[in-house]
RNA sequence: UCCCCGAUAGCUCAGCGGUAGAGCAACCGGCUGUUAACCGGUGGGUCGCAGGUUCGAAUCCUGCUCGGGGAGCCA
């Protein structure tokens, strides 16, 4: 019964005056001859300790001088308010009970390079802003599947080991299935696409791997993404889901994980606007004022990164681009009945240059289109016989959209790079730790 | 795969042709309200690797390795 009777320090205001134990780490400590303050940290926040000379016992005096950084401690003492505490409380020691002494720890709280700190990636997790971020993607997380379960989506898991491409297009990591090739999947979408049609409203949340060797601020090898599908759905009611749904992770995480987003210097205005309606732009507007802003681009591209950028900039929401070409976009798109040449999709870009956190589809329900497309993408038609059943066996207009994770919390956050936004990145040369 | 930038103490960096430096961390000492605390002292180096130029290379040149940023691909 150790953990149980543990009090967290993101719970000590409401036991001012008591005397508690706190089970945590050293971060830092500054002494003063006769004063010591220690801040320690549980995993919930961090608190100051205050041991001072004659209020705990001269043996546990002299341990704190030679206690190191990450020293696992307990320390017992009356929590009171105070208004020269960081948090607005502190603790007076009484007592103070090493667990394990930590040799010299490799993170100061000085300044660290990139691979230096990705390569203790096991410790850095401890830092402040490391462990806030992470807290705002377990919110973002959370949040997600709330809203999800209380508006009738059931949680449907897609494999990871699949036999086929899902898109065709990025590049799969191929493994050996017992002499047969097989990939990590890249998406959930198809065998949601199969449950959707069994459940009404489904989801799926899992990794996705692509094996390219994007070398950016917005990409990892390995990510995590949600991906909702719903039967009898059009694309204006998927565009409809996504505002509410990622207004409400946004709400979410101002409500319940403010601290962090103080601690990561979030501008918290940008986020209280964040409510439905989205602006929606098409993609005929989109080409029209990358012109006015003095771009160069032909209409028929897809926009890279710069332009996704130069569009979002112009608004303080999310905003949807709608109605891509047909040709730069996945095979299982539905065309527009009055404009085959484009789908009906969006892409949500979020604000301030993140880029796209979500990209969205009607998906096509008709056999005979669906087949003419994948003989026109090359794919096999034997790898996908269960996926053209679905347009056999009672198809109807269905959508979906898949949610990218890291690149939300890294939006949410205010954050420059998506690998500190996913607890152990996997990255383009790196697999360790 | 392509284009830029970088590699010097455990960490972050300065030094850019003439004896290897600073701050932090570590260790020793001081300080009863510190907020990346402060003050004094001590130890700490195959200047990424290989070759070249030079009387002399951390410094200039070439190649390689590793890393960072960006493009493409996408969430």
Redesign the pocket.
């Known amino acids: 019964m150790w953990l149980l009777q543990s009090v967290r320090i993101a719970d000590i205001r409401e036991h001012d005056g008591e005397e508690v134990t706190i089970k945590g780490w050293l971060y830092?400590k500054?002494?003063?001859?006769?004063?010591h303050?220690l801040i320690i940290r549980d995993g919930t926040g961090f608190m100051?300790a205050?041991a001072?000379?004659?209020e705990i016992p001269d043996d546990q005096f002299e341990l704190c001088n030679n206690l190191?950084?990450e020293s696992s401690i307990l320390v017992t003492g009356r929590i009171r308010a105070?208004k020269?505490?960081?948090g607005g409380f502190?603790m007076s020691a009484t007592g103070v009970e090493l667990v394990q002494l930590a040799e010299?720890y490799?993170i100061?709280?000085?300044?660290?390079?990139?691979?230096?700190l990705?390569d203790h990636r096991h410790l850095w997790i401890r830092n402040p802003r490391q462990h806030a971020a992470l807290l705002v993607r377990d919110e973002v997380i959370s949040a997600a599947e709330d809203w999800l379960r209380s508006n009738g989506f059931v949680k449907i898991d897609a494999p990871i080991l699949t036999p086929a491409a899902c898109?065709g297009?990025?590049t799969l990591f191929e493994t050996d299935y017992f002499g047969e090739k097989a990939y990590l999947s890249q998406?959930g979408q198809l065998y949601n696409e199969a449950a959707c049609m069994a459940f009404g409203k489904v989801y799926c949340y899992g990794p996705t791997f692509?094996a390219?060797?994007?070398?950016?601020?917005?990409?990892?090898i390995e990510?995590w993404?949600i991906e909702p599908e719903m039967a009898y759905a059009t694309q204006e009611d998927n565009m409809v889901i996504q505002e509410e749904f990622l207004s409400y992770i946004v709400q979410r995480c101002l409500a319940k994980r403010r601290q962090e987003l103080i601690t990561l210097e979030r501008d918290l205005s940008k986020l209280e606007c964040i409510v439905p309606p989205f602006p929606r732009l098409s993609y005929d507007e989109a080409v029209e004022l990358l012109h006015e802003e003095g771009k160069e681009f032909e209409w028929g591209d897809?926009f890279?990164?710069?332009d996704?950028a130069t569009i979002s900039m112009k608004y303080d929401k999310p905003v949807f681009v709608t109605g891509y070409p047909t040709k730069?976009k996945a095979f299982y798109m539905q065309p527009d009945p009055d404009r085959p040449e484009i789908v009906k999709c969006s892409?949500l870009l979020a604000p301030e240059g993140y880029?796209?956190?979500?990209?969205s589809s009607e998906r096509i329900h008709d056999l005979d289109l669906l087949a003419a497309r994948m003989r026109e993408h090359n794919l096999p038609e034997e790898a996908y016989g269960w996926y053209l059943d679905l347009r056999r066996y009672g198809s109807v207009p269905h959508s979906g959209f898949?949610l990218?994770i890291?690149?939300t919390v890294a939006w949410i956050t205010g954050s420059e790079?998506?690998r500190e936004m996913i607890p152990f990145p996997r990255?383009i040369?790196?697999i360790y730790p």
């Open positions: 830092n500054r002494s003063s001859g006769g004063i303050f100051q205050v001072v000379r004659g190191t950084q105070d020269r505490a960081a502190e010299e490799p100061t709280l000085k300044e660290h390079g990139v691979d230096f990705l898109e297009t990025t998406s692509r390219e060797k994007s070398k950016t601020r917005r990409h990892l990510f993404m897809d890279g990164a710069p996704e730069v892409d880029g796209e956190i979500i990209g898949g990218g890291e690149r790079h998506v990255l040369n790196r």
